[in-house]
């Protein structure tokens, strides 16, 4: 039989689950604009009801036995994914965005204009090749050529020093989302030790998981192990959380073991980052599944489109004197630094003392004996590189195909050799062989900045080494700067001061199709300002269609997890009727109670 105050039990355990569903209600109502928040849920059954013998069973109520958080992690694990491709395509279209306001075409500040304006002087020149004016308009003309990849290239090395700053504010982000992510995990462990569950520490841990997927790819899984639920982050593939222990990242600036800077493509700016795991560990950064922001950055600033060194390991020559001199063929560049680290069958060595031998095609290079010997004996063409090659085309790429210009362009001005070193037959041996003012040969055209200043034709002893001018050092030569009568108008034989044969060949060097892979000098640099508008179209579009793509799972995910503000009215409604009926039960049974004790038999 069941007790006299069952009915009142009964409605009591009613106002307690309506309640308890209310309160869940009103948490869902104050947070439906909360980032990351999780629609919760009351999850009620009916109390054990008691057995009436031989007239079934006599139900005692319900009650709260959880409150759980809507979440679908299939739909997550695809946000993270899409949220760090669209992450990485986000950084490069600004990026590019920067690199091509630097190209500045067309305007009246662009190559094309400035280039005109060179060959138009020289043209000026031709007509009027006895006057001090027009001589001084053409130095003008070339000095403001010069200027133009100066800037063109000091601006790039900025960007790229700015991507170096991002890159190690992007690894201290990761580090604090690490160390967050494992405090959540311990406060979690702790609150649901008895059964419950800690809904809201969830949702946080899960937004920070959501933060992280668009800085790096990332893998998150809850796991039991032993009895007990962990939770594990990856980054990349390795792991950075493991319950209640966090891993961190560093970075470190690119030295050799005399903390001297070291270059892995020659156009690098020095102090550039690699990144390691705390413990020293390196962290492949040139691993092709890594994505996420630090990928754009990564791809931004190291993008070589694969041109870094690489050759062959030919011989090894032990000097006598602790240091040993290898013989590298078939280097695919020339334009090394003298000092660096270079990888002979993917292990590291330091060298010092590079040359370059271009009757063999070979380069030779000294390092110790000590390092030598600690690395296994490469066989006669073992693989030889330095750094890494990226096939995106990012900054290094960009300061390559500027400084391959300035050095073929100088090299036809000065020496009149195409791009192979073959003889531009029109040009006669260049400005370098021409006649000036003074009826003087042996002046170069175009030189390179040492220290801040221009080299003149007598320091280089009539042998200039092209691999030493870049965008950034091109300028015309010290002679030139300070004597305009330095310049050099006549081809040898002809009248002083009326001959003007060079400056006539010169100026069909504006349309010399063989100059370039890709044509004339135009073309060339045409093409760096087209491969730059194809690649920024190409970033716009992968995040448009990856924003989309994003927002769709997003969407997918509010569906399950979001909160709706008319389905949690109708919901509130619904219980504060269950609440109201329940009390009237109470009421009810309360009445009935009086009635049986206080006024029978009155």
Same mark, same amino acid.
Request: glycine share 8%; proline share 2%.
């Given at each position: 039989?069941?007790?006299?105050?069952?009915?009142?039990?009964?409605?009591?355990?009613?106002?307690?689950?309506?309640?308890?569903?209310?309160?869940?209600?009103?948490?869902?109502?104050?947070?439906?604009?909360?980032?990351?928040?999780?629609?919760?849920?009351?999850?009620?059954?009916?109390?054990?009801?008691?057995?009436?013998?031989?007239?079934?069973?006599?139900?005692?109520?319900?009650?709260?036995?959880?409150?759980?958080?809507?979440?679908?992690?299939?739909?997550?694990?695809?946000?993270?994914?899409?949220?760090?491709?669209?992450?990485?395509?986000?950084?490069?279209?600004?990026?590019?965005?920067?690199?091509?306001?630097?190209?500045?075409?067309?305007?009246?500040?662009?190559?094309?204009?400035?280039?005109?304006?060179?060959?138009?002087?020289?043209?000026?020149?031709?007509?009027?090749?006895?006057?001090?004016?027009?001589?001084?308009?053409?130095?003008?003309?070339?000095?403001?050529?010069?200027?133009?990849?100066?800037?063109?290239?000091?601006?790039?090395?900025?960007?790229?020093?700015?991507?170096? =700053?991002?890159?190690?504010?992007?690894?201290?982000?990761?580090?604090?989302?690490?160390?967050?992510?494992?405090?959540?995990?311990?406060?979690?462990?702790?609150?649901?030790?008895?059964?419950?569950?800690?809904?809201?520490?969830?949702?946080?841990?899960?937004?920070?998981?959501?933060?992280?997927?668009?800085?790096?790819?990332?893998?998150?899984?809850?796991?039991?192990?032993?009895?007990?639920?962990?939770?594990?982050?990856?980054?990349?593939?390795?792991?950075?959380?493991?319950?209640?222990?966090?891993?961190?990242?560093?970075?470190?600036?690119?030295?050799?073991?005399?903390?001297?800077?070291?270059?892995?493509?020659?156009?690098?700016?020095?102090?550039?980052?690699?990144?390691?795991?705390?413990?020293?560990?390196?962290?492949?950064?040139?691993?092709?599944?890594?994505?996420?922001?630090?990928?754009?950055?990564?791809?931004?600033?190291?993008?070589?489109?694969?041109?870094?060194?690489?050759?062959?390991?030919?011989?090894?020559?032990?000097?006598?004197?602790?240091?040993?001199?290898?013989?590298?063929?078939?280097?695919?560049?020339?334009?090394?630094?003298?000092?660096?680290?270079?990888?002979?069958?993917?292990?590291?060595?330091?060298?010092?003392?590079?040359?370059?031998?271009?009757?063999?095609?070979?380069?030779?290079?000294?390092?110790?004996?000590?390092?030598?010997?600690?690395?296994?004996?490469?066989?006669?063409?073992?693989?030889?590189?330095?750094?890494?090659?990226?096939?995106?085309?990012?900054?290094?790429?960009?300061?390559?195909?500027?400084?391959?210009?300035?050095?073929? =362009?100088?090299?036809?001005?000065?020496?009149?050799?195409?791009?192979?070193?073959?003889?531009?037959?029109?040009?006669?041996?260049?400005? =370098?062989?021409?006649?000036?003012?003074?009826?003087?040969?042996?002046?170069? =055209?175009?030189?390179?900045?040492?220290?801040?200043?221009?080299?003149?034709?007598?320091?280089?002893?009539?042998?200039?080494?092209?691999?030493?001018?870049?965008?950034?050092?091109?300028?015309?030569?010290?002679?030139?700067?300070?004597?305009?009568?330095?310049?050099?108008?006549?081809?040898?034989?002809?009248?002083?001061?009326?001959?003007?044969?060079?400056?006539?060949?010169?100026?069909?060097?504006?349309?010399?199709?063989?100059?370039?892979?890709?044509?004339?000098?135009?073309?060339?640099?045409?093409?760096?300002?087209?491969?730059?508008?194809?690649?920024?179209?190409?970033?716009?579009?992968?995040?448009?269609?990856?924003?989309?793509?994003?927002?769709?799972?997003?969407?997918?995910?509010?569906?399950?997890?979001?909160?709706?503000?008319?389905?949690?009215?109708?919901?509130?409604?619904?219980?504060?009727?269950?609440?109201?009926?329940?009390?009237?039960?109470?009421?009810?049974?309360?009445?009935?109670?009086?009635?049986?004790?206080?006024?029978?038999?009155?």
């Amino acid at each position: 039989m069941s007790s006299t105050f069952l009915g009142l039990n009964t409605g009591v355990n009613g106002i307690f689950t309506a309640r308890t569903a209310l309160d869940v209600t009103a948490h869902n109502i104050t947070n439906a604009n909360t980032k990351g928040y999780s629609r919760q849920v009351v999850e009620q059954r009916a109390t054990k009801a008691i057995p009436n013998a031989g007239k079934g069973m006599i139900g005692t109520g319900s009650e709260v036995y959880g409150i759980d958080q809507l979440r679908n992690f299939y739909i997550d694990t695809k946000y993270w994914s899409e949220s760090s491709t669209l992450g990485q395509y986000s950084v490069k279209t600004t990026q590019l965005s920067l690199i091509e306001s630097l190209f500045n075409e067309p305007s009246d500040s662009g190559f094309n204009t400035i280039f005109n304006n060179f060959f138009n002087a020289v043209n000026g020149l031709v007509n009027n090749a006895d006057s001090g004016e027009h001589r001084a308009a053409l130095k003008e003309a070339a000095a403001t050529l010069t200027h133009y990849f100066n800037s063109t290239a000091e601006h790039l090395k900025k960007y790229q020093r700015d991507l170096n =700053f991002e890159i190690k504010t992007k690894v201290e982000e990761i580090n604090v989302i690490s160390r967050k992510i494992q405090n959540l995990n311990q406060q979690i462990y702790k609150y649901e030790m008895d059964g419950s569950k800690a809904n809201d520490l969830r949702d946080e841990r899960a937004r920070l998981v959501d933060q992280l997927s668009k800085i790096i790819n990332v893998e998150a899984e809850e796991l039991e192990v032993n009895g007990e639920k962990q939770f594990r982050v990856k980054i990349n593939g390795q792991i950075l959380v493991n319950h209640f222990n966090a891993k961190q990242l560093k970075v470190v600036p690119r030295e050799n073991s005399d903390g001297d800077a070291v270059k892995y493509n020659p156009e690098d700016v020095d102090g550039l980052y690699d990144i390691k795991w705390e413990n020293g560990n390196d962290f492949d950064i040139s691993d092709p599944n890594l994505s996420g922001e630090l990928k754009g950055y990564l791809d931004m600033r190291d993008g070589n489109n694969n041109l870094n060194f690489k050759g062959k390991f030919d011989s090894a020559v032990n000097n006598g004197d602790g240091t040993i001199t290898l013989t590298i063929k078939d280097p695919s560049r020339i334009d090394l630094d003298s000092k660096g680290i270079i990888a002979i069958n993917g292990y590291n060595v330091e060298y010092d003392g590079l040359k370059y031998d271009s009757a063999t095609n070979t380069i030779t290079i000294e390092v110790s004996q000590t390092q030598w010997d600690s690395i296994p004996a490469p066989a006669s063409g073992s693989s030889v590189e330095v750094g890494n090659g990226m096939s995106y085309k990012g900054i290094p790429y960009y300061l390559n195909r500027l400084n391959e210009f300035v050095r073929i =362009f100088a090299k036809a001005v000065n020496e009149g050799k195409d791009r192979n070193g073959d003889n531009i037959s029109e040009l006669n041996g260049g400005h =370098f062989n021409a006649v000036n003012s003074e009826g003087e040969t042996g002046t170069y =055209f175009f030189t390179y900045k040492e220290n801040g200043s221009a080299k003149g034709s007598n320091e280089l002893g009539g042998s200039l080494d092209y691999t030493k001018i870049t965008a950034e050092n091109f300028t015309l030569s010290k002679d030139i700067l300070e004597d305009v009568g330095k310049i050099a108008a006549a081809l040898q034989g002809e009248d002083l001061p009326s001959g003007n044969g060079f400056m006539e060949a010169l100026k069909a060097l504006r349309n010399y199709t063989h100059l370039f892979r890709e044509g004339t000098a135009d073309s060339y640099m045409n093409s760096i300002v087209s491969e730059l508008g194809i690649n920024g179209q190409q970033a716009k579009m992968l995040e448009k269609t990856q924003t989309n793509i994003t927002m769709a799972v997003e969407n997918q995910r509010l569906s399950v997890s979001g909160v709706d503000l008319n389905e949690e009215m109708s919901y509130m409604i619904q219980y504060q009727q269950l609440y109201n009926a329940a009390a009237k039960v109470i009421s009810v049974m309360d009445e009935i109670l009086d009635v049986t004790i206080n006024r029978m038999g009155a």
